[in-house]
């Protein structure tokens, strides 16, 4: 389902850190499929893959992202082995006006690839931007639409600043992490589950992108 060349033939930039962006990952009839067989998720936060229902369409699309191949792309272009690590798989439907933070991932995580399920993006908000600082949104080195079929991948380090201006409203991202040790999948998917929790008594905010 989805276009590996579009990944093969993206460039990486490596300042103020190491990432990469492609579009077209997915035609418009697949990525169609995609958003009718999309979990049902009628609340903000992020949601452990096995904790959702989903149709045909998703669980084809959830394959190529476990696919060897994906891995492998992602670890040549960003110079990591990638085999044998565990990885986690999330995904969001909507997203809160204080979402999208500044923040950087968890050292858990050793690459974090997003990729965003929507329709055509028209809004200001909800534009992910990799930082050049920890301190200003308005710092950017690229901005992201998360338009559908997009892709936005990073290697994980103590300065990969990301965040978007507030949005509010339905934003769909499947978010995929290669994690450092095979304890770390149980303490990520732990937090995601309490944040979802405590997400259906009170508003709080979540990062993730």
């Given at each position: 389902?989805?276009?590996?060349?579009?990944?093969?033939?993206?460039?990486?930039?490596?300042?103020?850190f190491?990432?990469?962006?492609?579009?077209?990952?997915?035609?418009?009839?697949?990525?169609?499929?995609?958003?009718?067989?999309?979990?049902?998720?009628?609340?903000?936060?992020v949601?452990?893959?096995?904790?959702?229902?989903?149709?045909?369409?998703?669980?084809?699309?959830?394959?190529?992202?476990?696919?060897?191949?994906?891995?492998?792309?992602?670890?040549r272009?960003?110079?990591?082995?990638?085999?044998?690590l565990?990885?986690?798989?999330?995904?969001?439907?909507?997203a809160q006006?204080?979402?999208?933070?500044?923040h950087?991932?968890?050292?858990?995580?050793?690459?974090?690839?997003?990729?965003?399920?929507?329709?055509?993006?028209?809004?200001?908000?909800?534009?992910?931007?990799?930082?050049?600082?920890?301190?200003?949104?308005?710092?950017?080195?690229?901005?992201?639409?998360?338009?559908?079929?997009?892709?936005?991948?990073?290697?994980?380090?103590?300065?990969?600043?990301?965040?978007?201006?507030?949005?509010?409203?339905?934003?769909?991202?499947?978010?995929?992490?290669?994690?450092?040790?095979?304890?770390?999948?149980?303490?990520?998917?732990?937090?995601?589950?309490?944040?979802?929790?405590?997400?259906?008594?009170?508003?709080?905010?979540?990062?993730?992108?």
């Amino acid at each position: 389902m989805l276009n590996f060349h579009a990944v093969e033939r993206a460039a990486v930039a490596t300042t103020p850190f190491e990432f990469l962006t492609a579009g077209d990952l997915l035609n418009d009839d697949d990525l169609a499929a995609v958003q009718s067989d999309f979990p049902r998720i009628d609340k903000p936060g992020v949601f452990p893959l096995g904790s959702l229902e989903y149709g045909q369409a998703f669980a084809a699309l959830i394959e190529d992202i476990r696919s060897r191949r994906m891995m492998d792309l992602l670890g040549r272009k960003f110079g990591i082995e990638l085999a044998g690590l565990p990885t986690m798989i999330t995904v969001r439907g909507h997203a809160q006006g204080k979402d999208g933070r500044i923040h950087t991932d968890t050292k858990d995580k050793v690459v974090t690839g997003l990729l965003y399920l929507n329709s055509k993006w028209e809004a200001s908000g909800g534009r992910l931007r990799m930082l050049r600082t920890r301190r200003d949104l308005e710092n950017f080195a690229a901005e992201v639409s998360p338009s559908g079929g997009t892709l936005a991948a990073f290697k994980v380090a103590s300065n990969s600043w990301h965040g978007h201006k507030p949005f509010v409203g339905q934003r769909r991202n499947v978010m995929f992490n290669w994690l450092r040790s095979e304890a770390a999948p149980s303490r990520q998917v732990g937090r995601h589950k309490l944040a979802a929790k405590v997400k259906t008594l009170i508003p709080i905010f979540y990062r993730g992108g």
